[in-house]
């Protein structure tokens, strides 16, 4: 599984590989040796397959907005930076 994860990296580090046709793609992937299902997800482009393959949980993150302080501002005169402030953030896998 190491090959998979080096070619993945590989394709994802580089712009080249955003919109390579079918063959060099297939061709990039039987010289990095990824056969099989791995082979088949990549070439599918299929996300999920390749996160199931790696027994990989998809992560899963939000963000959310800050509270605003009260009496600090006029009415009218809170912006967007200001509520935004102090974000608060849950990610899980």
Request: some cysteine; aromatic content about 4%; glycine content about 6%.
């Amino acid at each position: 599984m190491l090959n998979v994860i080096r070619f993945l990296e590989k394709i994802g580090s580089e712009a080249q590989w955003n919109d390579i046709a079918m063959n060099k793609m297939e061709l990039a992937l039987a010289e990095a040796d990824i056969e099989g299902p791995f082979r088949t997800a990549i070439l599918n482009k299929d996300a999920v397959q390749l996160q199931t393959l790696m027994q990989q949980e998809p992560l899963v993150c939000y963000i959310e907005p800050g509270e605003e302080d009260e009496g600090e501002d006029e009415p009218g005169e809170k912006d967007d930076a200001h509520r935004l402030s102090n974000p608060s953030s849950v990610c899980s896998s």
